[in-house]
């Protein structure tokens, strides 16, 4: 079976495909997937030549392997390709007519979210009346919208459909210039209800359009022309349109109440209602549109004027000269100035221009404020509520990855190789299957040509371990080898272009282009080596508190651990560590590194909390009291490091300072003797 369909493609026999699927029972078409998965990688894969690039497939093999997966994969697999297969609209219905999936219907249905189809309206009602598909309203309204042509061939098109098409079109509704004028001759013949229509265009304003659709239907509505009785019979939907978001259909239904605002039925006191919202925007043509209809309300109309007064107070939230001189005028010609008035006003007052003020000033009281006592609290960095998540498991650990893969540079990251470091080994037959969508997630993750490197990083050590798992749960964590096939697939066709960088593979072979990032790769590979000796001894430099602090007695407690283990901790590790740090709080650590604490783990913390102001001891570790110099006073140099090999390196090479305060808190500084 796979030997023919190799030799079907391969052969470029294309006229063979079809019989040779149609003899195929269901088990077997189910079979041939991974097949048929991995040819279509084969043939897309990138050939680069002189000038251009292609496939490596013909046209025919493409073809083939179109069809073969149409009928052989379930929708999932097939995916969202509404191009390809349908480009020969012939031998689709051919197709159709012996081999249509369970699933076409709602393929079809879905490709109201695909960016190009090669089928139309009338390709989607020839298959419904062959019982294809059962299309829902929004495909025929949105493929419609797409199809201005031969509308009186089915009657249920403009019966049924165009009305579809109203309340579901496509976004390119507005850029089919046919519709605009056969809308109107529809109309104009009766085979489209003009009411009906009028009604659905100003619907439309609420819909959630987007500005182009949204502003078809309203100049389709302004064309019509709408005379006063069917502009009154409408009042309802005019009025509902005001909350558009689109500031196009509020223009237009202003326009469209200013020619009714004279009528008997006009309901000013719902307009009432959505005024406050309409002069609240900032849009400032739908503000001044909305004050010259309340002053022709007032003109026309012999209402209570605090009903619309208080509403139009709300102008003054703008502070735009003629928006507010505008309001004021209306408010002095015809609102009285009552205390309800003067109440709302007094809400504005600090936003009323100062030549607005004066002519409203019998309507606005001084009063004089009272300033609140200002109490100054110091704020700590590290607190009960600035703690970062703490991971508890194994299980915690796999929940919690996800999160770190989306957010790389945020204490996420951090907490996930914390957990790591912790959890990696702490994994038995049933947990080890929840690595298969964080393993699925890192691989997708690292798939795209950019990617943040922290992301590089803690992909490569999902993946890595992933793969370590999959060698001793073969049987739970089979999937786990086709999706890495498929990463590298893609990873191999990128290393054809010259400035494409590594970003797959042992984490030892990842490309690091800057100090940085050699040495977060450093880390990288020290973690990754952790995991494989089943080393749970804690990392210093994860942090404690959001966003960027570590608790100084954590530091401590951690210390301690390396030192009644008899470990020296990482250079790199403990450089971090110290950097982020907080040391507006070290009274308690101070105490409890001198009880648990000896030799230069001690004399290095008593130095850094700043019990003892210059660095004494035994400096086995020159990096380490460096940095812990630097970042405790980073204007200082002390002179017991001049024979660490230092001096010549400019001190910005080690830090950035504002006010004298040290930018340590994610950056890392490398300090190594050479």
């Not at 229509?197 to 019509?224: H, I, P, Q």
């Amino acid at each position: 079976m796979k030997e023919r369909l190799y030799d079907i493609l391969n052969e470029e026999k294309i006229h063979e495909i079809v019989p040779f699927l149609q003899q195929l029972t269901a088990e077997e078409k189910q079979a041939l997937v991974p097949t048929i998965k991995k040819m279509d990688r084969e043939i897309n894969k990138i050939i680069m030549t002189k000038n251009s690039y292609h496939t490596a497939g013909s046209v025919n093999q493409h073809s083939i392997i179109d069809i073969a997966s149409f009928i052989c994969m379930d929708q999932k697999s097939f995916g969202k390709n509404y191009w390809s297969l349908f480009r020969n609209i012939e031998q689709t219905e051919k197709i159709l007519e012996w081999g249509c999936p369970d699933w076409f219907s709602d393929f079809i249905n879905d490709s109201i979210d695909a960016e190009f189809t090669a089928f139309n309206y009338q390709n989607i009602l020839g298959w419904t009346e062959k019982g294809y598909i059962q299309p829902k309203p929004e495909l025929l309204g949105h493929h419609l919208s797409n199809y201005p042509t031969d509308l009186d061939l089915y009657p249920e098109t403009l019966n049924t459909h165009f009305w579809y098409l109203c309340e579901y079109p496509s976004k390119s509704l507005p850029f089919q210039k046919e519709w605009f004028p056969l809308v109107q001759k529809l109309v104009t013949e009766q085979k489209i209800e003009r009411k009906r229509f009028l009604k659905e265009c100003l619907l439309a304003s609420n819909r959630n359009f987007n500005k182009n659709v949204t502003g078809w239907f309203m100049d389709a509505f302004t064309a019509l022309k709408p005379t006063e009785d069917e502009l009154i019979d409408l009042q309802d939907e005019l009025m509902a349109g005001l909350a558009s978001v689109q500031s196009k259909a509020v223009n237009t239904i202003l326009i469209h109440l200013k020619k009714i605002v004279g009528n008997s039925a006009f309901k000013s006191d719902e307009f009432a209602h959505y005024l406050p919202n309409l002069l609240s925007l900032e849009v400032k043509t739908v503000v001044m549109g909305s004050l010259t209809l309340t002053e022709k309300i007032f003109q026309h109309k012999k209402i209570n004027p605090e009903i619309l007064g208080l509403a139009l107070t709300s102008a003054f939230v703008s502070k735009d000269d003629g928006i507010q001189s505008k309001a004021a005028k209306i408010i002095l010609k015809y609102i009285p100035p009552s205390e309800m008035i003067k109440e709302s006003l007094s809400h504005y007052s600090d936003n009323i221009l100062t030549n607005v003020r004066t002519l409203l000033e019998t309507y606005i009281e001084e009063k004089p404020q009272e300033l609140e006592a200002i109490v100054s609290e110091k704020v700590f960095l590290t607190t009960e509520e600035n703690k970062v998540t703490v991971l508890e498991s194994f299980e915690d650990l796999m929940f919690f990855l996800p999160l770190a893969i989306e957010d790389p540079y945020s204490h996420h990251c951090d907490v996930a190789l914390c957990g790591f470091a912790r959890f990696a080994n702490d994994v038995n037959e049933e947990s080890v299957k929840l690595i298969e969508p964080v393993f699925l997630k890192a691989c997708k993750t690292i798939a795209k040509w950019e990617v943040p490197y922290l992301n590089v990083l803690l992909c490569n050590v999902i993946i890595n371990y992933g793969l370590n798992l999959l060698e001793k749960y073969p049987i739970q964590l089979k999937n786990l080898d086709k999706i890495y096939e498929k990463t590298s697939s893609e990873e191999a066709a990128r290393e054809t272009y010259s400035n494409y960088q590594k970003k797959l593979g042992a984490i030892t072979e990842v490309g690091a282009g800057s100090p940085v990032m050699k040495a977060f790769k450093e880390l990288a590979i020290y973690i990754y080596e952790k995991i494989k000796a089943g080393d749970s001894v804690p990392l210093l430099f994860a942090i404690t508190h959001a966003p960027c602090w570590i608790s100084p007695v954590t530091l401590v407690e951690k210390l301690e651990i390396y030192q009644n283990k008899n470990i020296e901790p990482h250079h790199l590790d403990m450089q971090l560590a110290l950097q982020r740090c907080a040391l507006d709080n070290t009274a308690e650590a101070l105490q409890l590194a001198e009880q648990r604490l000896k030799g230069e783990y001690k004399d290095l913390l008593l130095f850094f909390f700043g019990k003892n102001t210059e660095p004494k001891g035994k400096f086995e570790h020159p990096a380490w009291w460096m940095t812990a110099g630097f970042t405790r006073s980073p204007e200082t140099t002390f002179k017991e490091f001049s024979s660490f090999g230092y001096n010549t390196i400019p001190v910005e090479f080690f830090l950035e300072c504002t006010n004298g305060k040290p930018l340590t808190v994610r950056k890392i500084h490398i300090i190594r003797l050479s």
